[in-house]
């Protein structure tokens, strides 16, 4: 059902002609199809539903009054900023996709140590910003290149510094948030008038509701603009890049060092990260560059470092000897960044990094001690800036298993799954076969540590549909794996039960089906019970898990 | 290839949004943190590298037809490249700005182009020129008096080449024909091709129109061949990516430079010498027909191999055009060599520079859409506190020359050239 022509007025008097439209052209451009990047979804065939009109609005009000037409005539709405996940995407056939990109600024608040950012202000530019004044931000594990509102307001938020600084849980200060019935709601400190410098009070402590602990990916209206909490940086005022594209890489001086730690066994890896949660030393803690594979990630070290290497001298590089002992050496290993805010605090988280390597039996991966691997890893980590790297080899990919929780549990199976991953590149050619082992992932999700969030790296080709669906029997059968050891849904199958594969959303009975049986359904009644309040309508989407309170059992 | 040998790559495209930005690692500021002039004018994703993709995608799907919309939206794209880069920072599998450029010519060969496409395309068919109304018995008027041979009629080690910009705008001739005395004062024996000096068509390609391209450029190719050519210098950076790059494809095999390339060379050798200063602040402009799209073209032939599975590899290696290795630093050394020339840079510089707004033949498509984009590196460079931007193309200097920046003021702008006289 076309938009009448009413309403398409409607809507174009709100944002001028300029800025709506309704060609089909433009409205193809709108779709996401999950085997190119889904984020969580898995790969799937299926474009998501093609929009009635895109639209663009350019400030809070614009958003508000396009939300009550939405009311008034019963349509879908979705806002989205990068369109990078399919999570941004409408999921129904009466439903318009709101584009967020006019709006990015970014402001800094340097004595409250905070950003009040509007939606497009992607994550490379707010910490440009913040650097400038001595701070910086948490970016999530996805890149600089995400949204800071949407991962911070929208969605879980984790990434290699929330060891330092925090996941978006934590970052989240006040927001101006137009409720999916068209009012706006101004939380915490900003309610009541005072400025956006705290998320719970004085004004309304909504952050629970608004994002919890996994956020609504778009499902409650439409922040418009949020505070994130901003940490100290001990660094330049930009990036000293040197080095030619795109092996771009950074001297940061005495006070910053990225270390590759290694390990014998699995044991001594997580007492080292259980230490590092302790010892609250690091910058920056992370499993990176196994997202190469086991048996590929020094070979492509090499590759990406280097201006003139390419991909088809993979496999010369896995024939050599010193690549080989680095893959040795680097097996059981993540990256750690060390920042000091003084020269004696630098020495000491130095002495602090070596005495828990000789606790642990670890060590310091020589290669990536070299002066060019060095800076390329450190502007990585500091940056995020090469994490499309996650496409490099085959142009898709999807973060299986989800090992995701306290790291002695985590290591009690991960050679299990990495067995099962190896099985498969051996015995299938529909994903990469990288050495099985491609974990990658925080050494932890929370500020402080205490919680790893991570991902077997799975490379597949979107343009080969046997491609496609051999890494779809993979996820599946990592269901059982992931399921026998309590662990979950995979992955990338943590949105399977808010969207259907075909992209379209389900409906309230189904998810009454779904989450009647979840082990605590009153989760899901309430969350049903605070969207009557917000969206008696329904009109953001199913991302949000709802259960009718009378079918709570 | 055809528009539906990109098929893989529309389908291999993660969606990331690099191709809207410069390399992350640049970014200095949200002000000029993105790359893209037509995303930038338009703001609808359509616009975007991905979103061409998406669209193309569509239109072979039959999903979307080439209607007005969808026409003016292909041909909004300055053919800059600036996405090109950036996707290529982590992808090596992914051509987006030859994308691009096919998805143009789809619409051209579908009768799709603008109305403003149309007098350049005329001219170029009927008076060898992308100039409107300028006239071939014209082109070679500002050359009168420079005793420049003939390369028909005498040899020359070099051949100069100003390009139809330089050839018929009369704000910039003066510029040609001070380059003309520059290497004439250093010595270099210096011809052009008289009669047989046509357009380059190299904007032609950008626009999408390949069949006109193709012809000017075998047409130049024989001229260049029989009057033995060597060695081509050009003022312009567009004639210098059509010469080494396009024109290298259908078989042109001589040295090709731009002005700076060669005097930034003169100077090295002695054979220019400043003797005046020149105290000014000035910022560079890299123009993306010299820098990024500068680069050497290398032949190749071969196929997609996959690795390990599913990696994807080139068999032979195939080139890779990502900036790496354009022109950039022989304008910087020209500048640095000026006595009491400072140079500042904008923070889009090199390899990620923001487009003048001229490109794929905007500044007569779409107007607007050029003037804004000019604009932006206005009000890049007035952020630097220069006195003045320079550039090395006739197209970026005369689109800037009527921009205003985003406070409505403007700057001068200079072309490389002017200022080397300037100091000696």
Redesign the interface.
């Known amino acids: 059902m076309a938009l009448s022509r009413e309403i398409y007025q409607a809507l174009e008097d709100i944002v001028g002609k300029r800025n709506i439209s309704e060609d089909i052209g433009v409205c193809e451009t709108y779709r996401s199809i999950p085997s190119q990047s889904s984020a969580h979804y898995g790969p799937s065939e299926h474009w998501t539903p093609l929009p009635q009109a895109v639209i663009m609005p350019g400030s809070t009000e614009e958003v508000q009054n396009i939300i009550r037409i939405c009311n008034k005539y019963g349509i879908e709405f979705k806002a989205s900023t990068t369109f990078w996940a399919t999570m941004g995407y409408i999921g129904s056939d009466y439903a318009i996709q709101l584009d967020m990109r006019r709006m990015k600024s970014v402001e800094i608040d340097v004595k409250n140590m905070t950003a009040i950012v509007e939606p497009f202000a992607v994550a490379a530019t707010v910490q440009a910003e913040a650097m400038k004044v001595g701070l910086n931000l948490n970016i999530p594990g996805v890149g600089c290149s995400s949204s800071t509102l949407a991962s911070t307001a929208g969605w879980a938020g984790f990434g290699p510094a929330s060891i330092f600084m925090g996941a978006s849980p934590e970052n989240l200060l006040s927001a101006e948030w137009v409720l999916p019935n068209g009012e706006v709601l101004r939380t915490g400190s900003l309610g009541s008038g005072d400025g956006w410098f705290c998320g719970e009070g004085p004004g309304p402590s909504t952050r629970g509701i608004l994002r919890g602990i996994f956020g609504p990916a778009g499902s409650m209206g439409v922040c418009t603009k949020i505070a994130v909490r901003l940490h100290p940086w001990p660094g330049p005022a930009d990036f000293p890049t040197r080095g030619t594209i795109p092996a771009y890489k950074a001297d940061m001086g005495d006070n910053f060092k990225c270390y590759t730690l290694c390990f014998p066994d699995w044991q001594s890896w997580a007492r080292s990260v259980q230490y590092f949660h302790e010892s609250d030393v690091l910058y920056i803690g992370h499993r990176q560059f196994t997202m190469f594979g086991r048996n590929l990630k020094a070979a492509m070290l090499r590759i990406i470092t280097d201006p003139d290497k390419q991909l088809c001298d993979l496999p010369t590089l896995l024939e050599d000897e010193e690549i080989k002992k680095q893959n040795e050496s680097m097996k059981l290993d993540y990256q750690i960044v060390i920042a000091g805010m003084t020269e004696r605090d630098m020495e000491y988280k130095e002495k602090a990094v070596d005495e828990i390597l000789a606790q642990t039996g670890g060590w310091k991966n020589e290669m990536m001690l070299e002066k060019d691997m060095h800076d390329f890893a450190l502007l990585y980590l500091l940056r995020l800036g090469h994490k499309n790297l996650n496409y490099v080899m085959c142009g898709a990919y999807e973060g299986t298993f989800g090992l995701s929780g306290n790291v002695w549990k985590t290591i009690q199976v991960v050679e299990d799954a990495v067995k099962i991953k190896r099985d498969w590149e051996i015995n299938y050619d529909h994903i990469a076969a990288t050495g099985g082992d491609s974990a990658m992932g925080g050494t932890s999700a929370l500020g402080g540590g205490g919680w790893t969030g991570w991902e077997f790296f799975t490379n597949f080709d979107a343009y080969d549909k046997e491609s496609v669906r051999g890494t779809c029997k993979f996820i599946d059968g990592n269901q059982e794996f992931q399921t026998k050891h309590g662990f979950g849904p995979d992955f990338c199958r943590w949105n399977a039960d808010v969207r259907h594969m075909n992209g379209y959303n389900y409906t309230q009975e189904e998810h009454d089906e779904i989450f009647k049986n979840a082990p605590q359904p009153l989760v899901y009644a309430y969350q049903y019970k605070i969207r009557e309040v917000v969206n008696p309508n329904n009109l953001c989407g199913s991302y949000l898990r709802t259960l009718t309170p009378s079918k709570a059992k | 290839m055809a528009l539906k040998d990109f098929?893989?790559m529309m389908?291999?495209?993660?969606?990331?949004?690099?191709c809207k930005?410069i390399?992350?690692?640049?970014?200095?500021?949200?002000r000029f943190?993105e790359n893209c002039p037509s995303i930038g004018y338009y703001?609808?994703?359509?616009y975007s590298a991905?979103?061409r993709f998406?669209?193309a995608q569509?239109?072979l799907d039959g999903?979307?037809?080439l209607?007005e919309?969808?026409t003016e939206?292909i041909h909004s794209c300055t053919s800059c490249g600036a996405c090109d880069?950036t996707c290529?920072?982590?992808?090596?599998?992914?051509e987006p700005l030859e994308h691009n450029i096919e998805l143009k010519a789809y619409a051209v060969e579908n009768g799709k182009v603008l109305e403003g496409q149309k007098p350049v395309i005329e001219n170029l068919k009927k008076e060898n020129t992308m100039i409107p109304k300028a006239k071939k018995a014209n082109r070679i008027d500002w050359a009168k008096d420079l005793n420049l041979k003939d390369l028909f009629k005498e040899k020359a080690e070099v051949c100069f080449f100003a390009g139809c910009k330089y050839s018929y705008d009369e704000k910039l001739q003066k510029i040609a024909q001070n380059t003309v005395k520059l290497l004439q004062s250093a010595g270099v024996d210096l011809g052009y091709l008289g009669a047989a000096d046509n357009c380059c068509a190299g904007r032609a390609k950008q626009m999408g129109f390949f069949e006109e391209f193709d012809n000017s450029a075998n047409n130049n190719i024989k001229a260049f061949q029989k009057s033995g050519v060597k060695t081509i210098v050009t003022p312009c950076s567009d004639c210098y990516h059509a010469f080494k790059r396009q024109y290298a494809k259908l078989g042109l095999e001589v040295e090709v430079l731009h002005i700076v390339e060669y005097v930034d060379k003169l100077i090295q050798e002695g054979k220019i010498k400043f003797t005046k200063s020149v105290p000014m602040t000035v910022t560079y402009h890299d123009p993306c027909h010299l820098g990024r799209l500068g680069e050497d073209y290398i032949p190749w032939e071969g196929k997609e191999?996959?690795?390990?599975?599913?990696?994807?590899?080139?068999?032979p290696?195939?080139p890779?055009y990502?900036?790496?290795?354009g022109i950039y630093d022989a304008p910087r050394n020209i500048l640095e060599a000026i006595p009491g020339l400072k140079l500042v840079e904008m923070e889009r510089i090199r390899?990620y520079s923001w487009c003048c707004g001229a490109g794929g033949g905007c500044n007569v498509s779409n107007p607007e859409f050029s003037q804004w984009t000019a604009g932006e590196r206005v009000t890049e460079a007035n952020a630097t506190g220069a006195d003045a931007m320079v550039t090395a193309c006739p197209w970026c200097k005369d689109n800037f020359l009527d921009a205003v920046d985003e406070n409505g003021n403007k700057i001068e702008v200079l072309d490389i050239i002017e200022l080397v006289r300037q100091a000696m």
């Not at chain 2, 389908?11 to 690099?18: A, G, L, P, Q």
């Not at chain 2, 390399?23 to 949200?30: G, L, Q, R, T, V």
Request: glycine share 4%.
């Open positions: 098929r893989p389908e291999r495209c993660s969606t990331c949004t690099h930005f390399p992350f690692d640049k970014i200095k500021s949200i943190a703001n609808f994703n359509t991905r979103g998406q669209l569509s239109i999903r979307t037809d209607n919309t969808v939206t880069v290529k920072v982590c992808r090596y599998n992914l191999k996959k690795i390990l599975n599913q990696i994807h590899t080139w068999e290696r195939r890779r990502n900036g790496a290795y390899e």
